[in-house]
């Protein structure tokens, strides 16, 4: 036999608790906890809760459910009310309705709360829970067919539905004042969903949906919208909904699960109020694969409707819509943004065969071509393959996602960065930039791109006011805070520099790039073995193969007077140059690094009419180019690359 919970000396019962899971759940406080970590819960769900939790193993019907959280006498629309509070149960119990672990479904008949309960005492499962008792209402005397209501029972009826719209219009009024009087949301970030298939391979479409999700809300004006790079930090994170609020300054949270299943699919969103851990609105979706595009805009519309309910008329934007797209497409496209989003070159390679592919299946979808340009615009800026062949592949896809769609800022930003980076079209290049962040002032990576361009060109505190607002849309975004410090660097900034590049090494340690800016810094200030010492580091942790890193190391060694170690550099990079896996420009600024002079205007002149990337450094100073920039060669090189000012 199961014991009940102990009583005290008068009879009562004294424990409060009830403990299933790794959750408790406090009866007399309404509160409930995961840990340490303390659930927002709303009143009706967590009196639904309470009850299920107390009748653990017991079925407890719809009509129970009804009697204990509304009574006899109010009549609404019970049904809708138990399913939404289920749901919110379920929710923020990260319970999944098909294979559950706590709420079991009893069809046609009610609910079942599953997992073993233990009271604050150590028993288990306390007595029945008496639901109150009421005196028998209209609803017990169902009208017989064929038979009308009596002329009384018909006005009492009307009369309850008078008091049901009053009491309706006067909740609304009551959440309006309470919204009135609540903290305006005007920044969110939409934490990674969940992949609760339990197939790693379809990590891609959790990624897919959350990377969409953010594209649709960061159109709502007035809206700082967290980037993927920065929400991607805290996948799978242990870290509470404030804590993470903390580190991305945001006010709101966006947090949720996804499964896919053959041509099914259940999306689970939640929207949460992150200084105070508050559910302000939960839904599940359940849908075919289908009709994924319009659920991306039936949840953006949802959450951007709670979120101008909190914001003034002159705030208000709309999220942006997708488009009818062939489902086959839309999957392929979902896998090139995940393989384009990790960045190594193979990854990158692997991207384009799906955008094809996704082109290939829907010759008018406008986002597959603009991710085509973006990946092969990285892959010609990295050498990787042919920079030339590449940004022309580029380019061509580019111009037609715009043909296709002219609202999309993706590709507008992808147009100019080939013509910064290939054509070396600078006024082009800065007017395409502009279209990029007036159709979408939320775009990062626009941000961060624009913010380069204006450092090569010489505007220098423009481009770290440009940076600064990367910052903010991607505030734990290690490339981002990384080029912060390096645009501080340029700009001889250095105890700015220092600062930055030490915050970015707080967020990662091991992050190369932030390495191989401190190097830099040190180099600038005349610290040569320090200098050295971080180069080398920083090729330590991004591997021998990148061949950016050797560079730079190859130039640190040539500047400090290590002439053998870099001779040793200079003629691997010529080996790998042959193989198509090194650009000219890289074996001209280590000749230069040298002293060879000759050599390394030979091989920069080279690179011009290869159109190499590298090239667009030219007037930085402080860089890789400064042992060159007295020869009256460098002029020529200027004006050949036609960057303003030369």
Same mark, same amino acid.
């Given at each position: 036999?199961?014991?009940?919970?102990?009583?005290?000396?008068?009879?009562?019962?004294?424990?409060?608790?009830?403990?299933?899971?790794?959750?408790?759940?406090?009866?007399?406080?309404?509160?409930?906890?995961?840990?340490?970590?303390?659930?927002?819960?709303?009143?009706?769900?967590?009196?639904?809760?309470?009850?299920?939790?107390?009748?653990?193993?017991?079925?407890?019907?719809?009509?129970?459910?009804?009697?204990?959280?509304?009574?006899?006498?109010?009549?609404?629309?019970?049904?809708?009310?138990?399913?939404?509070?289920?749901?919110?149960?379920?929710?923020?119990?990260?319970?999944?309705?098909?294979?559950?672990?706590?709420?079991?479904?009893?069809?046609?008949?009610?609910?079942?709360?599953?997992?073993?309960?233990?009271?604050?005492?150590?028993?288990?499962?306390?007595?029945?829970?008496?639901?109150?008792?009421?005196?028998?209402?209209?609803?017990?005397?169902?009208?017989?067919?064929?038979?009308?209501?009596?002329?009384?029972?018909?006005?009492?009826?009307?009369?309850?539905?008078?008091?049901?719209?009053?009491?309706?219009?006067?909740?609304?009024?009551?959440?309006?004042?309470?919204?009135?009087?609540?903290?305006?949301?005007?920044?969110?970030?939409?934490?990674?969903?969940?992949?609760?298939?339990?197939?790693?391979?379809?990590?891609?479409?959790?990624?897919?949906?959350?990377?969409?999700?953010?594209?649709?809300?960061?159109?709502?004006?007035?809206?700082?919208?967290?980037?993927?790079?920065?929400?991607?930090?805290?996948?799978?994170?242990?870290?509470?909904?404030?804590?993470?609020?903390?580190?991305?300054?945001?006010?709101?949270?966006?947090?949720?699960?996804?499964?896919?299943?053959?041509?099914?699919?259940?999306?689970?969103?939640?929207?949460?109020?992150?200084?105070?851990?508050?559910?302000?609105?939960?839904?599940?979706?359940?849908?075919?694969?289908?009709?994924?595009?319009?659920?991306?805009?039936?949840?953006?519309?949802?959450?951007?409707?709670?979120?101008?309910?909190?914001?003034?008329?002159?705030?208000?934007?709309?999220?942006?819509?997708?488009?009818?797209?062939?489902?086959?497409?839309?999957?392929?496209?979902?896998?090139?943004?995940?393989?384009?989003?990790?960045?190594?070159?193979?990854?990158?390679?692997?991207?384009?065969?799906?955008?094809?592919?996704?082109?290939?299946?829907?010759?008018?979808?406008?986002?597959?071509?603009?991710?085509?340009?973006?990946?092969?615009?990285?892959?010609?800026?990295?050498?990787?393959?042919?920079?030339?062949?590449?940004? #022309?592949? &580029?380019?061509?896809?580019?111009? +037609?996602?715009? $043909? *296709? @769609?002219?609202?999309? %800022?993706?590709? =507008?930003?992808? !147009?100019?960065?080939?013509?910064?980076?290939?054509?070396?079209?600078?006024?082009?290049?800065?007017?395409?930039?502009?279209?990029?962040?007036?159709?979408?002032?939320?775009?990062?990576?626009?941000?961060?791109?624009?913010?380069?361009?204006?450092?090569?060109?010489?505007?220098?505190?423009?481009?770290?006011?440009?940076?600064?607002?990367?910052?903010?849309?991607?505030?734990?975004?290690?490339?981002?805070?990384?080029?912060?410090?390096?645009?501080?660097?340029?700009?001889?900034?250095? #105890?700015? &520099?220092?600062?930055?590049?030490? +915050?970015?090494? $707080? *967020? @990662?340690?091991?992050? %190369?790039?932030? =390495?191989?800016? !401190?190097?830099?810094?040190?180099?600038?200030?005349?610290?040569?073995?320090?200098?050295?010492?971080?180069?080398?580091?920083?090729?330590?942790?991004?591997?021998?193969?990148?061949?950016?890193?050797?560079?730079?190391?190859?130039?640190?060694?040539?500047?400090?007077?290590?002439?053998?170690?870099?001779?040793?550099?200079?003629?691997?990079?010529?080996?790998?140059?042959?193989?198509?896996?090194?650009?000219?420009?890289?074996?001209?600024?280590?000749?230069?690094?040298?002293?060879?002079?000759?050599? &390394?205007?030979?091989?920069?002149? +080279?690179?011009?009419?290869?159109?190499?990337?590298?090239?667009?450094?030219?007037?930085?100073?402080?860089?890789?180019?400064?042992?060159?920039?007295?020869?009256?060669?460098?002029?020529?090189?200027?004006?050949?690359?036609?960057?303003?000012?030369?």
């Amino acid at each position: 036999m199961i014991p009940a919970p102990p009583v005290d000396g008068v009879g009562g019962v004294t424990a409060q608790e009830l403990q299933f899971g790794d959750f408790t759940l406090d009866q007399t406080r309404y509160r409930l906890q995961r840990g340490d970590r303390s659930i927002r819960l709303e009143k009706l769900p967590m009196e639904l809760l309470i009850l299920l939790a107390a009748r653990g193993g017991e079925l407890v019907t719809r009509e129970e459910i009804a009697e204990r959280l509304w009574g006899k006498e109010v009549f609404v629309d019970v049904e809708h009310g138990i399913n939404t509070a289920i749901r919110k149960i379920r929710l923020v119990l990260k319970d999944d309705p098909d294979d559950p672990h706590f709420v079991e479904t009893v069809v046609g008949k009610g609910y079942r709360f599953t997992a073993p309960v233990t009271w604050s005492n150590g028993g288990y499962s306390p007595p029945q829970v008496q639901p109150p008792t009421h005196e028998a209402s209209a609803s017990s005397y169902p009208a017989t067919p064929g038979r009308e209501w009596p002329l009384r029972g018909r006005v009492f009826l009307g009369g309850l539905a008078v008091v049901a719209l009053a009491l309706a219009w006067l909740v609304t009024r009551h959440e309006s004042g309470k919204n009135a009087h609540q903290p305006a949301i005007t920044s969110l970030a939409v934490l990674p969903l969940k992949n609760l298939s339990g197939d790693p391979s379809q990590e891609y479409f959790a990624d897919g949906m959350t990377e969409e999700l953010i594209g649709r809300l960061a159109n709502i004006r007035d809206l700082r919208v967290i980037s993927r790079t920065s929400v991607m930090r805290f996948k799978d994170t242990r870290l509470s909904v404030p804590q993470i609020a903390t580190a991305l300054h945001v006010d709101a949270i966006v947090e949720g699960s996804v499964m896919k299943e053959g041509d099914r699919v259940r999306v689970n969103a939640q929207l949460i109020r992150a200084a105070t851990d508050e559910h302000i609105w939960a839904e599940e979706y359940r849908r075919e694969s289908r009709s994924i595009l319009p659920l991306q805009d039936e949840i953006a519309q949802a959450i951007a409707q709670q979120i101008r309910l909190r914001m003034s008329p002159q705030q208000r934007g709309s999220p942006a819509s997708g488009r009818s797209v062939d489902p086959e497409a839309y999957e392929d496209y979902l896998k090139g943004r995940y393989y384009s989003n990790q960045r190594t070159t193979e990854e990158l390679k692997k991207s384009v065969r799906y955008f094809q592919q996704a082109i290939t299946r829907d010759p008018s979808y406008a986002l597959a071509y603009s991710g085509l340009a973006d990946a092969n615009a990285l892959l010609g800026f990295r050498g990787a393959v042919p920079s030339k062949d590449a940004l #022309e592949r &580029a380019k061509s896809a580019a111009l +037609k996602a715009i $043909e *296709l @769609d002219d609202t999309l %800022a993706e590709p =507008h930003a992808s !147009l100019a960065f080939i013509a910064e980076t290939h054509e070396w079209d600078w006024a082009r290049a800065e007017q395409e930039y502009k279209r990029a962040l007036e159709l979408n002032p939320g775009d990062a990576r626009a941000h961060h791109w624009y913010a380069g361009y204006l450092m090569y060109i010489g505007r220098f505190d423009e481009g770290i006011a440009e940076e600064k607002r990367a910052r903010d849309l991607d505030p734990v975004s290690l490339p981002v805070n990384n080029a912060l410090a390096g645009r501080f660097l340029v700009a001889g900034r250095y #105890e700015e &520099a220092l600062k930055q590049v030490q +915050k970015t090494l $707080e *967020l @990662d340690p091991h992050f %190369a790039p932030a =390495h191989q800016t !401190l190097a830099w810094a040190y180099l600038n200030q005349g610290k040569k073995r320090e200098a050295l010492q971080e180069f080398k580091r920083a090729v330590e942790l991004s591997g021998p193969d990148d061949t950016n890193l050797l560079l730079d190391l190859g130039f640190a060694y040539a500047t400090t007077g290590e002439r053998k170690a870099a001779l040793s550099i200079l003629a691997k990079l010529r080996q790998l140059h042959q193989q198509g896996r090194v650009p000219s420009g890289a074996i001209g600024i280590l000749y230069g690094a040298l002293g060879n002079a000759n050599q &390394a205007f030979a091989w920069l002149n +080279k690179a011009c009419d290869e159109r190499d990337p590298e090239l667009t450094y030219l007037k930085v100073p402080g860089r890789r180019f400064e042992p060159l920039r007295r020869d009256p060669r460098f002029q020529q090189l200027l004006h050949r690359v036609g960057l303003p000012g030369s």
